[in-house]
């Protein structure tokens, strides 16, 4: 069974649940990993990552997608470099993203972040499961047209490999993805973002494959996935 949740609502339980904030936070964390961090700490405030600060955590993330004053980086995948991230320990808060992992924690042992940044390794990584759920984060409760379309590129490969069952929402996500055909970041948030100066983080990721490594949400920590 593929299932998708348009918005992190109404989640239940899976095998595997693939978490997707493509705008920015699960392609920022995929590329914190791939540049060599050690781990991530997502959580939901911006008070809970500052008490990180104290035990050596770079403080990481965003709120309406500007960096907090008193953090170390943003939520700009570019920032996250292996000079500045390199065998460092994050944590991070994102206006949607991290709210979406604490959700999907709850429903399954299987947390993997999804981005086109690092697709194939994903892809690799998920197909052994029988039972996938798709969580877009979306925008302030609404729902994501770049989020859906990773959704729709997973899909697509998976039905590729073997037969599974799909729900509705799986079907429109694989349709909508299939009428495109290539990541199209033409949203609502891609125009926000754009409006602050955010257009070379939407052009990176949209980018296939920079990275060949998968990215899991484990005992509270995103780290690399065998």
């Given at each position: 069974?593929?299932?998708?949740?348009?918005?992190?609502?109404?989640?239940?339980?899976?095998?595997?649940?693939?978490?997707?904030?493509?705008?920015?936070?699960?392609?920022?964390?995929?590329?914190?990993?791939?540049?060599?961090?050690?781990?991530?700490?997502?959580?939901?405030?911006?008070?809970?990552?500052?008490?990180?600060?104290q035990d050596g955590?770079?403080?990481?993330?965003?709120?309406?997608?500007?960096?907090?004053?008193?953090?170390?980086?943003?939520?700009?995948?570019?920032?996250?470099?292996?000079?500045?991230?390199?065998?460092?320990?994050?944590v991070i808060?994102?206006?949607?993203?991290?709210?979406?992992?604490?959700?999907?924690?709850?429903?399954?042992?299987?947390?993997?972040?999804?981005?086109?940044?690092?697709?194939?390794?994903?892809?690799?990584?998920?197909?052994?499961?029988?039972?996938?759920?798709?969580?877009?984060?979306?925008?302030?409760?609404?729902?994501?047209?770049?989020?859906?379309?990773?959704?729709?590129?997973?899909?697509?490969?998976?039905?590729?490999?073997?037969?599974?069952?799909?729900?509705?929402?799986?079907?429109?996500?694989?349709?909508?993805?299939?009428?495109?055909?290539?990541?199209?970041?033409?949203?609502?948030?891609?125009?926000?973002?754009?409006?602050?100066?955010?257009?070379?983080?939407?052009?990176?990721?949209?980018?296939?494959?920079?990275?060949?490594?998968?990215?899991?949400?484990?005992?509270?920590?995103?780290?690399?996935?065998?």
């Open positions: 069974m593929i299932d998708v949740r348009f918005i992190p609502t109404n989640i239940k339980d899976y095998q595997a649940i693939v978490v997707i904030d493509v705008l920015r936070a699960t392609t920022t964390m995929v590329t914190a990993i791939s540049n060599g961090a050690q781990f991530l700490v997502p959580v939901e405030t911006v008070e809970q990552a500052r008490s990180y600060k955590f770079l403080l990481c993330g965003e709120r309406g997608g500007v960096k907090p004053e008193d953090f170390d980086l943003g939520n700009s995948p570019l920032e996250y470099t292996k000079d500045v991230v390199e065998n460092k320990k994050l808060t994102t206006t949607n993203g991290t709210k979406a992992l604490a959700k999907a924690r709850e429903h399954s042992k299987n947390i993997i972040l999804g981005a086109f940044v690092n697709f194939s390794k994903t892809l690799e990584y998920i197909k052994k499961f029988n039972d996938i759920l798709f969580v877009c984060s979306g925008n302030d409760g609404e729902e994501s047209f770049e989020d859906t379309q990773v959704a729709g590129a997973f899909i697509e490969k998976l039905v590729s490999f073997r037969k599974y069952e799909l729900s509705d929402s799986a079907l429109i996500s694989l349709n909508f993805w299939k009428s495109i055909k290539r990541p199209t970041f033409t949203g609502k948030h891609s125009r926000v973002l754009k409006t602050y100066g955010f257009e070379d983080d939407i052009i990176f990721s949209q980018q296939l494959d920079i990275f060949n490594t998968v990215a899991i949400y484990d005992a509270d920590k995103v780290i690399k996935g065998e």
